[in-house]
């Protein structure tokens, strides 16, 4: 308990991105005594993440006592305001809540294009385009008999996107262990341990975790996969409930007496 409140009251900075693999969140061995919420993949639905909010704090029925919100991921592409839900996420939530924002496939999509968009323009097509829209770019004015003017294009980048966002995508854990469960966007590689698991299996994998499961003696709240209803599988939970699509954010509530759904 006490490591879990030192986390969430400050978070430590990480080390530069060249000498390091994205930061894993470890808060100790026994599930806390307050409510965990975990939030499905947002996309740009800034209006469902502000509501999904407003509902956890409505289940908390005025409860002083702190409660912590982990986000799994995916916060920018396909809908209209990913700008704001970053910018969102800069924020301090809501009292009494805490939050851990976890990186998404998204957001490692976003970075890298901010860092060479020469090579990584396949992030168009993931809904980036959207997402430069946000912020009020467009990228096609940038577009000259199918090539990309790169320097004119990442001048407006520097102008448009702040600098804060470009390091809240740098800084994102990868995942969260809180006692039996484990928080991560994806899943994880069957047969691995945690510690050789890496970023890009806990950032894009499908099979065979969705139908094997991790093989570890933990449960896996992921997002990721899209389904029609939060979804059991072998020691995994998906709440990735299309929220862009359906106008569903799914929140799962984790309190040692079990889990359920409150959206």
Known sequence: MPKVLNWIR???QPAPREARRRRRVELGDRLTSFPIYAIGDVHGSLDLLLQAEQKILADLAGDPSPALVVLLGDYVDRGRDS?????HLLRPPPAPLRRI???GNHEQLFSDFLENPRENMHWLDFGGRQTLLSYGVDIDYFIEKGRLRVQPFKD???GAIPQTHRQLLANLPI???IGPYIFVHAGLRPGLPLEAQTDEDMLWIREPFLSQGAGLDLLVIH???PVTEPETGPQRVGIDTGAFTTGRLTVLKIVESGLSIIV
């Open 10 to 12: 400050g978070r430590k």
């Open 83 to 87: 700008c704001g839900v970053l910018e």
């Open 101 to 103: 924002a976890l990186c």
């Open 156 to 158: 407006a980048l520097l």
């Open 175 to 177: 995942y969260a262990r």
């Open 223 to 225: 997002g990721h996969t």
